[in-house]
């Protein structure tokens, strides 16, 4: 982030700026292939996550002691487990994506240390599973040399819980005292249920440490992770630009599919193509008036020339996720009616992104986008009072969240923005066909009904949301997914050329 790291930063946005298309004889706007991942060496990789272990263990108080578990394999069926992925906060401190791995931190006044456990390699389950750490493996891609025997694992949590010293008889130098304080991460409070699902590990340590003051790590990581790095940024732009390219092949394509699945199959098949680690959340891809249901995953309906796709999908690489929303007409033009609720989706966006800046808050951000939306809805007759939350009958969802390791990342709403987070901007109007059934049976709601019916006639099942990836920079912001298409006029020029240069072959 420093000194250190002066020349990486300026690979990594390099890095991030597109400038190969498909063919020759097409216009800038068309498809572009995905930059080169991000490359950093073991010293620049070894000196961030340094960085980072540094600022934790600074805001841990003295006589303290942090245990971070990996992530428990989730069961799919039977024998069968889900894709394994690393427990966020372990990884952002050590870069290891193997299961089995526990990583501490001791705080005993200036003297701070970090140790790991990990399972020695195995020849019979490497057999059957795979390629295991060895001890130089974890110490080459972390920058931590005291690494532990697994089977030491079970005698230093015992020795915690009994409040007593634990020496490694493996490796000289790990010596951990009793602390006073040890921080796990944990639920936030009883009502936490996906905390409970996560954490249950650490929750059930928790109840057997008697005698300690036992602290949620969670904040620590909250606050640190909410700043990214220049090494992070570059790790988030690829996956930003994995999606980019993803949304405009799907886009391409999209005339010729017949069901959406076939649509969101062209997606998933370039996130692993360049080689994502996965999607960051399952992917939505909804056509007509499946676009208007905000979490649509099914992709089971028709794909109809004259109708709008809304869809929301993100790549995850090395764990950074992320999150772009577009809608786009299927035959390459909007209708009268698509086009009135494209702008104003796209106004407010605009709004937000102008209101953007250090200092400013997401409430703000918000407060900005929804003016725009309840003149639009206003002006179209969708809703009849300015001054009431009527709009919210067709926006019904916030601004944005924040954005990094978690698609909603960690972080605090109310903390103003500052140089280095990273959030989405995604406003969004969704005329359901249902939405005017469920109203209360007041006479209020009756006259409302009455004088937008008219309105919901005209523009009903369609579903408009407009998703961005955003930076906030020392003077604003940074739209980090600039290359992707996005005024209605440039989606139009862009559907018009890309199905002609479409091709599986680069």
Same mark, same amino acid.
């Not at 394994?84 to 401190?93: I, V």
């Given at each position: 982030?420093?000194?250190?790291? *002066? ?54 108080? $003295?006589?303290?002691?942090? /245990? ?12 069968? $487990? ?29 003297? %701070? ?28 891609i972390s920058g931590i040399k005291d690494i532990l025997d697994s089977t030491q694992l079970g005698p230093f949590l015992q020795a915690v819980k009994e409040k007593k010293p634990f020496v490694s008889g493996e490796v000289e130098s790990v010596k951990a005292d009793v602390p006073t304080t040890v921080y796990l991460l944990l639920p936030d409070g009883d009502n936490d249920s996906d ?38 940024? *570059? ?27 076939? %649509? ?52 995850? @690489? ?55 939306? /309840? ?15 009527? @709009? ?48 209360? $049976? ?27 990836d955003m930076r906030i920079t020392s003077v604003g912001v940074e739209w980090m997914t600039k290359a992707l298409p996005r005024k209605l006029e440039d989606v139009e020029a862009f559907m018009a050329v890309a199905p002609r240069q479409f091709s599986h072959a680069q």
């Amino acid at each position: 982030m420093r000194r250190a790291f *002066a020349a990486f930063i300026l690979f990594a946005f390099t890095a991030a700026t597109f400038t190969t298309a498909f063919a020759a004889d097409v216009p800038p706007s068309a498809i572009k292939i995905t930059p080169p991942a991000p490359r950093f060496s073991d010293a620049e990789r070894q000196a961030e996550l340094a960085r980072r272990r540094s600022a934790v263990a600074a805001k841990m108080t $003295d006589k303290s002691m942090l /245990i971070l578990f990996s992530t428990e394999p989730k069961l799919y069926t039977n024998d069968v $487990d889900y894709v394994y992925r690393q427990e966020n906060n372990l990884y952002y401190l050590t870069a290891l994506k193997q299961k089995d791995a526990v990583f501490v931190i001791t705080k005993d006044g200036n003297v %701070v240390k970090s140790f790991l456990f990990m399972p020695k390699p195995n020849p019979q389950n490497e057999t059957w599973n795979g390629k295991m750490y060895t001890f130089e493996d974890g110490a080459k891609i972390s920058g931590i040399k005291d690494i532990l025997d697994s089977t030491q694992l079970g005698p230093f949590l015992q020795a915690v819980k009994e409040k007593k010293p634990f020496v490694s008889g493996e490796v000289e130098s790990v010596k951990a005292d009793v602390p006073t304080t040890v921080y796990l991460l944990l639920p936030d409070g009883d009502n936490d249920s996906d905390g409970h699902r996560e954490y249950g590990v650490e929750n059930e340590f928790a109840k057997h440490l008697t005698g300690y003051t036992v602290t949620n790590a969670q904040p620590i990581f909250g606050e640190l992770r909410h700043i990214k790095s220049p090494y992070e940024l *570059a790790m988030l732009q690829h996956a930003i630009d994995i999606t980019t390219e993803a949304q405009m092949r799907a886009w391409a394509m999209a005339g010729q599919s017949k069901m959406e699945y076939e %649509v969101q199959a062209e997606v998933e098949y370039t996130f692993r193509r360049r080689n994502a680690d996965f999607w960051g959340y399952p992917s939505i891809v909804g056509c007509g008036a499946n676009g208007t249901t905000l979490h649509y995953e099914e992709a089971q309906g028709p794909v109809k020339p004259g109708q709008l796709i809304l869809m929301d999908v993100g790549a995850e @690489y090395e764990h950074y996720s992320a999150d772009v929303t577009r809608t786009f007409p299927v035959n390459g033009k909007f209708t009268k009616e698509q086009a009135a609720i494209y702008r104003i989706v796209y106004d407010a966006q605009e709004a937000a992104a102008k209101a953007a800046k250090p200092g400013a808050t997401m409430g703000e951000l918000e407060a900005a986008a929804d003016r725009v939306m /309840i003149d639009g809805l206003f002006k179209l007759g969708l809703i009849t009072d300015k001054n009431s939350n009527q @709009y919210r009958i067709w926006y019904m969802h916030g601004l944005g969240h924040w954005l990094g390791m978690n698609v909603h990342d960690v972080g605090s709403y109310s903390r103003p923005l500052e140089a280095g987070m990273t959030y989405t901007n995604e406003p969004g109007i969704y005329i359901r066909e249902d939405a005017l059934k469920y109203l209360p $049976d007041t006479a209020e709601w009756k006259l409302f009904k009455e004088k937008v019916t008219p309105a919901f006639e005209k523009y009903k099942n369609i579903g408009v949301r407009i998703e961005d990836d955003m930076r906030i920079t020392s003077v604003g912001v940074e739209w980090m997914t600039k290359a992707l298409p996005r005024k209605l006029e440039d989606v139009e020029a862009f559907m018009a050329v890309a199905p002609r240069q479409f091709s599986h072959a680069q």
